[in-house]
């Protein structure tokens, strides 16, 4: 189970790397780019699985198993997610009209995301015993909000206080 937590560790630490020098020599809370957006999900993922794993008192093979199940919905939740990014920033330069149309996508996205979501925690809670699907519903319900907490504070940092010393930008 050390070897769990250890991993996720390294993962925080990589995913608020990635995410505090997202736009290198850019102002500071200028948007990311498509492939660090998508690596900062793929990493932010991969935290997931780990944390589950050890939720779930899996060995490395177990996880990595896991981590093979859920990669479908990993895959579409990332493409998904970057869809919405970047409506939202097309709505920032949108007229009115063309606001509309972008919000509707915007908003269907999100339904998708909600029921790729539903999929994914029966294909997890598939087989498990009662004990641990509890923990792993828990887990997977509370975790969206963990890394949503996580990303406002880089997010505030990164707008307030400017790039870090020893970032991508110096």
Same mark, same amino acid.
């Given at each position: ?6 991993? $996720?560790?390294? $993962? ?6 990635? !995410?505090?020098?997202?736009?290198? =020599? ?6 990311? *780019?498509?492939?660090? +957006?998508?690596? /900062?999900? @793929?990493?932010?993922? !991969? ?6 794993? &050890? ?7 177990? !996880? ?5 199940? #859920?990669? &479908?919905?990993? *895959? ?5 997610? $970057?869809?919405?990014?970047?409506? /939202?920033?097309?709505? %920032?330069?949108?007229?009115? !009209? *063309? ?5 509707? %996508?915007?908003? @269907? ?5 909600? @029921? $790729?979501? &539903? ?6 809670? %598939?087989? #498990? ?15 969206? +909000? ?11 940092? +990164?707008?307030?206080? =400017? ?6 930008? *110096?």
């Amino acid at each position: 189970m050390r070897m769990h937590w250890m991993a $996720l560790i390294g $993962l925080w630490a990589c995913t608020a790397s990635v !995410t505090a020098s997202a736009s290198p =020599g850019g102002p500071p809370g200028a948007p990311m *780019d498509r492939a660090t +957006r998508e690596q /900062m999900l @793929q990493r932010v993922h !991969t935290a997931f699985i780990v944390e589950l794993g &050890q939720i779930l008192d899996l060995d490395t093979a177990g !996880t990595l198993k896991l981590a093979e199940r #859920l990669k &479908q919905f990993d *895959d579409r939740r990332i493409k998904l997610r $970057l869809e919405t990014w970047e409506g /939202m920033e097309a709505l %920032k330069g949108t007229g009115r !009209t *063309d606001a509309v149309s972008v919000a509707r %996508k915007v908003a @269907q996205t999100r339904v998708e995301i909600a @029921q $790729l979501d &539903q999929a994914e925690l029966e294909e997890l809670l %598939k087989g #498990l015993p009662s004990d641990k699907a509890a923990k792993a519903a828990a887990f997977f319900v509370e975790y969206p +909000r963990r890394i949503e907490h996580m990303a406002r504070e880089i997010h505030r940092d +990164r707008t307030m206080n =400017g790039p870090k010393p020893g970032g991508a930008g *110096d």
